[in-house]
């Protein structure tokens, strides 16, 4: 197996100009991408959220009014958080980043107020942060995201066997192992996760 890495963007043109087979990171599935490439059933489901540090005044969403916060570029963050901007018409700087340490690293030093992405990408770099207590996870979900795997649309074939292979995985416990290797830190899976398995398995 040969591993490529790459931004988000960069990963779904590998997959649609044939350079890569299939995409296997905390991508959301879209409409927009569907044009593009197509996507497996879904892996995850997480929620986008803010990263604050401790005491922040910016406890939701609309007290990011006057306030600057950093988003990574060209990431389904970036758009929702430009849209919710202007659907609740508050006055906030948006400052893309090229990666996620950037962003932290702009929010440690004061110079953005928030970072923007998804809470367990969020959750991740505030554990890994210099000075972690200092940093604080706002509740509020700003969106839904629906983490699937991106490969060629001309192959239902390598699609069906993708699925097939995510199906075992639910419905044979491994993921109970996977989930707890990986995010056990932070508690039991959700019942929209858990759910999220179920409904995403194919009967034989």
Same mark, same amino acid.
């Given at each position: ?15 649609? *100009? ?9 991508? %959301?599935? /879209? ?41 990574? *570029?060209?990431? /389904?963050?970036? %758009? ?12 906030? /700087?948006?400052? %893309? ?21 998804? *809470? ?43 699925? *097939? ?40």
């Amino acid at each position: 197996m040969n591993w490529i890495a790459g931004s988000v963007s960069e990963r779904l043109q590998m997959v649609a *100009k044939g350079r890569a087979d299939l995409e296997c990171a905390n991508t %959301t599935q /879209t409409q927009s991408r569907l044009a593009n490439v197509d996507f497996s059933n879904l892996i995850f489901i997480d929620g986008g959220g803010l990263l604050v540090k401790a005491g922040s005044p910016v406890n939701q969403f609309t007290d990011l009014a006057g306030k600057r916060v950093a988003v990574l *570029k060209g990431t /389904t963050n970036e %758009t929702r958080l430009n849209d919710l901007l202007r659907l609740f018409q508050i006055s906030a /700087t948006v400052v %893309t980043v090229g990666d996620a340490n950037a962003g932290l690293a702009m929010l440690e030093g004061g110079s953005v107020d928030a970072y923007a992405g998804d *809470k367990v990408k969020l959750v991740g770099l505030a554990v890994q942060a210099k000075e972690a207590a200092k940093l604080a996870l706002v509740a509020e979900d700003l969106s839904i995201e629906p983490y699937a795997m991106a490969l060629p649309r001309n192959d239902s074939a390598f699609r069906l066997e993708v699925n *097939k292979a995510l199906t075992q995985v639910y419905m044979g416990g491994d993921i109970e192992q996977i989930f707890t290797q990986w995010l056990g830190k932070l508690g039991r899976p959700t019942g929209l996760l858990a759910a999220m398995f179920l409904l995403n398995s194919i009967p034989n």
